[in-house]
């Protein structure tokens, strides 16, 4: 069975037929699911799938992207919801430099805030990162990340960086673009980063992996993530899909 650790179900590209989606993920072997809240809309919706389906669990965070719209009473917010029996993250967090909606300086001071949040609530951490790889680094190790640990979601960096991260307590997920042919870095990443640090996912409705890339992603998609993972480590499906399980129900602390 397999564990998708990043989805977005609480996307508009999901209201019309959620529970079609989940029921294809589910005869795609994929049992788990962790759905990521990001803002005042996505985070009520990721409890409420989370609330509604077994095996479904929520994380609660800011998008570094709207980080100039959150305000100290949505970070109580968010450490209210963090008690929520399937809340099982913070997150998701961190920095993108690609698009101009928030400063850098205030993406990093929410980036700063969510970390000590965590901290304080004693909760892995999930980070987004576009663009930011050295001012993520920089960030983790100076606020102690490590403390609390967490996920490199949909990491498309360096083998390197995804060591060093590795060395702060953290998880590298891969996700559709380790499908793709021109992506040289995540296959090396895959490669090279042993299966007990590796978890999958697919980060729908985005990042489809080959051979659907460009069309809506759903959780259904995550198999082909690990079958490709399993064949660059020269390992058997089976063997990815147990192992990268039994990595998140142990990171997120979920008995299974």
Known sequence: MLFDTHVHLNADQFADDLEET???AHEADVKYMTVVGFDRKTIPLAIQIAEDYDHIYAAVGWHPVDAIDMTEEDLQWIEELSSHPKVVA?????LDYHWDKSPA??????FRKQIQLAKKLKM?????????TDDIVEILKEENAAEVGGIMHCYSGPVETAKECIDMNFMISLGGPVTFKNAKLPKEVAEA??????????DCPFLAPHPNRGKRNEPAYVKLVAEQVAELKGLTYEEVSKRTTENALKFFRIKS
């Open 193 to 202: 980063v042993d299966l007990e640090h590796l978890l999958v996912e697919t």
């Open 90 to 94: 913070i997150g998701e967090m961190g």
């Open 22 to 24: 989940i029921a294809r």
């Open 124 to 132: 892995p951490i999930i980070i987004h990162n576009r663009e930011a």
């Open 105 to 110: 300086d205030v993406q990093k001071e929410v």
